[in-house]
């Protein structure tokens, strides 16, 4: 059975710092390529951050960059999202995602709330 668990999600003030983390389990984690995505209310889920199944490349949006960092262990099927300097626009439930090829897989999401 194929799953994905966020964990790290909270309350924090500006300025602070959340690392989340999402465990996988069920398929070969090494081969996919993993991201975090967000999603305030009323707005559409957007790409955070990605990184390749080995670890060698990642990609950021712009609005993250420099304050937010992924990074994964292959050994444990975790990765993980450190988020710096958090500003109430971070605000936004956040999801682990896995793709490999065609195949998609989604976690349950962890809330974020930052407060000003």
């Known amino acids: 059975q194929v799953q994905l668990v966020e964990s790290g999600g909270g309350l924090v003030q500006t300025g602070g710092s959340l690392r989340l983390s999402c465990a996988a389990s069920?398929?070969?984690?090494?081969?996919?390529?993993m991201s975090w995505y967000r999603q305030a209310p009323g707005k559409e889920r957007e790409l955070v951050a990605k990184?390749?199944?080995?670890?060698?490349?990642?990609n950021r949006a712009d609005s993250v960059k420099g304050r937010f960092t992924i990074s994964r262990d292959n050994a444990k099927n975790t990765v993980y999202l450190q988020m710096n300097s958090l500003k109430p626009e971070d605000t936004a439930v956040y999801y682990c995602?896995?793709?490999?090829?065609?195949?998609?897989?989604w976690g349950q999401g962890t809330q974020v709330t930052v407060s000003s």
């Open positions: 995602n896995a793709v490999w090829t065609y195949i998609n897989y």
């Open positions: 069920g398929f070969t984690f090494s081969s996919y390529a």
């Open positions: 990184i390749t199944s080995a670890g060698r490349s990642t």
